[in-house]
């Protein structure tokens, strides 16, 4: 769930398509509706792993969401005829980036969620960018501080404040979950980094690398759960399909549609749909699952929204 360069970054930049040149063929549905499908199934996730958590253990539900994810991203190799990457080192650096992208965010935010609300957890994974130019300013060199971007993460930040009630001294607040769903968005940013660093120029395919990167992560997890863990008496049927939802549509299809609007619109217009997903995650988490609903809740989730956007704009040329 979504981050830095894109909402939720995948085993590598992709290298096909800009926002300049159009793509070789003219996809079925518009970019704008699998755009409007990618900020759904994003949004509802942090719905999903509420629910999930109803019936299995956390641990349970990464897994679940991780093996359901690459069962897609197989098929989808399939289809393609693709093969998965080749050659020890790749996967090593997919290994690292399995665990930073996708086995340690998505049990942390599993975790954040049997104590705070969906609502919140969604809202946190929006400060993703927040973190993601912090480190940026540290660990890549070519990305400079602007006034606009220093302005934009002290605006984020604050946001942040707003939404936790730092003027009430965080009342009401569990404090360990919601450090659980902080933590999970830095992570994106951190795998990113070290992917920009480590898998730049690689001559795999994105799907290749991101299959990859998605079945080390599930393996991962098999080896985990079982230890944290102990087999479900029984399997609640909600909870299930909710877990069925969050690895197929959420992460499966999700990565399919970043990768098709990143070769049509180009990284900057696809990116924007982080901006949608703390949206959706309240309106779901409310409406759906009753959570409750306090002013500044929305009033800051749209302050880190404004200023998640001011880190990553560029001045004009």
């Not at 975790?111 to 929006?126: D, F, R, V």
């Not at 479900?232 to 939802?245: D, E, G, I, K, M």
Request: net charge positive; charged share 10%; aromatic share 8%.
């Amino acid at each position: 769930m979504a981050s830095v360069s894109t909402p939720r970054p995948s085993a590598g930049t992709p290298r096909t398509g800009s926002e300049d040149s159009p793509p070789a063929t003219r996809p079925a549905l518009d970019w704008r509706i699998r755009f409007a499908a990618l900020s759904l199934v994003w949004g509802f996730s942090f719905l999903l792993i509420k629910v999930g958590t109803q019936g299995f253990a956390p641990f349970q539900v990464t897994f679940g969401r991780l093996l359901f994810g690459a069962a897609v991203l197989g098929v989808a190799l399939v289809v393609k005829r693709e093969r998965l990457p080749r050659g020890l080192r790749t996967w090593g650096h997919l290994a690292v980036a399995a665990l930073l992208l996708n086995a340690l965010p998505f049990s942390l935010f599993a975790y954040s969620e049997l104590t705070i609300p969906s609502t919140l957890a969604g809202i946190c994974n929006a400060t993703s960018p927040l973190w993601g130019m912090v480190l940026s300013l540290v660990a890549l060199s070519e990305d400079r501080p602007t006034r606009r971007r220093v302005a934009g993460l002290g605006l984020g930040f604050l946001g942040v404040l707003t939404v936790l009630g730092a003027w009430q001294g965080f009342s009401g607040l569990d404090a360990r979950g919601t450090a659980m769903a902080l933590l999970a968005s830095l992570c994106y940013p951190v795998g990113w980094i070290y992917v920009r660093r480590t898998l730049a120029g690689n001559p795999h395919s994105n799907l290749s690398l991101t299959g990859g990167q998605l079945l080390l992560a599930t393996a991962q997890l098999a080896v985990v759960t079982p230890l944290f863990t102990s087999l479900p008496s029984s399997l609640p049927v909600v909870p299930l399909l909710a877990v069925a939802a969050l690895g197929a549509l959420g992460t499966g299809l999700a990565v399919l549609l970043q990768f098709g609007l990143v070769s049509e619109v180009g990284p900057t217009t696809a990116q924007m749909v982080t901006y949608f997903i703390p949206v959706i995650a309240t309106a779901a988490g409310v409406a759906l699952l009753g959570e409750p609903l306090t002013w500044s809740t929305p009033v800051g989730a749209l302050v880190v929204i404004a200023g998640a956007a001011l880190t990553q704009s560029r001045a004009r040329r």
